[in-house]
């Protein structure tokens, strides 16, 4: 099992940044590929960025690709979204996800990912 706690939400001004959290608990943390998605209000779920178990490959969204890069540190069992350059369109509920051990692919699929977090709100002013 692995749960999640997500951190780092805010309210942000367009072209600013933020920094999103994840830690999770479990003893197979590191060993879980990591997903960050999001969802707008009225809008599906979407993907955003996901890393595997080392942190030596990442994927990304088209939209976030160069602004959104993310990291995790499996000595402190979290994984981080640093979101640059932010824009309007940015803002959602950003939650994050853990593929079950395993699983060492990356897929852009919510129904992929078998644990969650509950989400933090990132609102971004124009």
């Known amino acids: 099992q692995v749960q999640l706690v997500e951190s780092g939400g805010g309210l942000v001004q367009a072209g600013g940044s933020l920094r999103l959290s994840c830690t999770g608990s479990?003893?197979?943390?590191?060993?879980?590929?990591m997903g960050w998605f999001r969802q707008a209000p009225g809008k599906e779920r979407e993907f955003v960025a996901a890393?595997?178990?080392?942190?030596?490959?990442?994927n990304y969204a088209d939209s976030v690709k160069g602004r959104f890069p993310i990291s995790r540190d499996n000595a402190k069992n979290t994984v981080y979204l640093q979101m640059n350059s932010l824009r309007p369109e940015d803002a959602a509920v950003y939650s994050c996800?853990?593929?079950?051990?395993?699983?060492?692919?990356?897929?852009?699929?919510?129904?992929?990912?078998?644990?969650w977090g509950q989400g933090t709100q990132v609102t971004v002013s124009s």
């Open positions: 479990g003893r197979t943390f590191s060993q879980n590929v």
């Open positions: 890393i595997n178990w080392s942190g030596g490959n990442t």
């Open positions: 996800a853990a593929r079950s051990t395993g699983l060492a692919s990356f897929t852009t699929a919510a129904q992929g990912y078998g644990y």
